[in-house]
């Protein structure tokens, strides 16, 4: 009897001792593992992330991380949105290159995209980091530590080591900054995905990174943005001498991927407003708008999202009526 219950309770033990060495391991692994470096120009690479939200298993990674190397220099744009991702996105440049990361350039206000500036920092303190006025003015005001704060609540506190390191360079529209032979072309919008959006042409390459002004099998959130705004600067975008878009979220391709996030937004928006003309109630649009949008049901987040799109929608079009 006694033996059999001591043989259980060295079991219990051992399976306990195996869980605790496997989430020691997880926390361990490199945060990029299993999303590899991808070369897509002459000079560009990029790590398409998970398109899940922050979460505990790709502690805060769910972004693109892009890099060009340049003949002394490298450029990194939107490292990602921890210093843990940040740090793990220098490694896979030094797996490349030992240039010095010298320049920084962030797509928007929302964390995801830019709380592991704070490595490139650590790395090199001269680098600069630009983006948008508007994003280092809602940032600096507030918005840096809802994220701050967002990222340690959804990944259960793997982002704890990440402190908001806000750009300081702020660019103009149409801004092309040379770094030895690669020139970086700054587009910067009014109110799109949100007020704070700059998209990079990285010129030689014909490359554009949007930020989240275009979404790749992956449903977007509008609520900082306009319908209205986000379909014109991809149409805007439409007309860049570029062969290579690399969306915010989601696998990069050439200029379909714009034209293909165009149609997912003027579906939702133009189904909601015949619905509202013909004088249907919010709750009764969302099938409505579900029904036309067969071809983009399978996008990740995609059930969790439409209702807020269709209520944001609805929110713009009263507004842009009267
Ligand atoms: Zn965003």
Not at 80 to 97: D, P, Y
Not at 105 to 134: C, M, R, S
Request: without cysteine; hydrophobic residues 40%.
């Amino acid at each position: 009897m006694k033996k059999t219950y001591y043989s259980k309770l060295g079991a219990i033990l051992i399976s306990f001792l195996i869980i605790l060495s496997a989430s020691a391991k997880d926390q361990s692994t490199d945060i990029l593992s299993g999303y590899e470096t991808k070369k897509i120009a002459e000079h560009t690479w990029f790590i398409p992330g998970p398109l899940e939200g922050p979460n505990p298993k790709n502690r805060g990674f769910m972004n693109n991380p892009a890099f060009v190397i340049t003949e002394k220099s490298v450029i990194v744009l939107d490292p990602g949105g921890t210093v843990e991702t940040g740090r793990a996105v220098l490694k896979r440049i030094r797996q490349q290159t030992k240039n010095p990361i010298t320049h920084v350039f962030n797509t928007h206000v929302h964390g995801d995209h830019w709380l592991g500036n704070q490595a490139f920092v650590e790395a090199n303190k001269d680098v600069k980091i630009y983006a948008h006025p508007k994003m280092i003015e809602l940032a600096t005001d507030g918005e840096a530590q809802v994220w701050i704060d967002m990222m340690m609540d959804r990944t259960k506190g793997a982002s704890k080591e990440t402190i908001a390191t806000i750009p300081t360079e702020a660019l103009k529209d149409q801004q092309e900054i040379k770094i030895d032979n690669i020139t970086i072309k700054a587009h910067l919008n009014e109110k799109a995905h949100t007020l704070t959006d700059a998209m990079y042409e990285i010129v030689e390459d014909k490359v554009l990174i949007t930020g989240d002004n275009a979404f790749n099998n992956r449903a977007p959130r509008l609520d900082d943005g306009s319908y209205i705004g986000n379909m014109a600067v991809l149409d805007k975008a439409l007309k860049l001498p570029i062969e290579i878009v690399i969306p915010g979220h989601g696998p990069a391709r050439g200029k379909e991927v714009l034209e293909n996030f165009k149609e997912f937004l003027s579906l939702v928006y133009n189904t909601t407003k015949k619905q509202m003309e013909n004088d249907l109630e919010a709750h009764e649009i969302k099938p409505k708008v579900i029904e036309v949008m067969g071809k983009f049901k399978d996008w990740t987040n995609y059930e969790g999202a439409i209702g807020k799109l269709v209520s944001v929608a609805a929110l713009e079009i009263e507004e842009n009526d009267f």
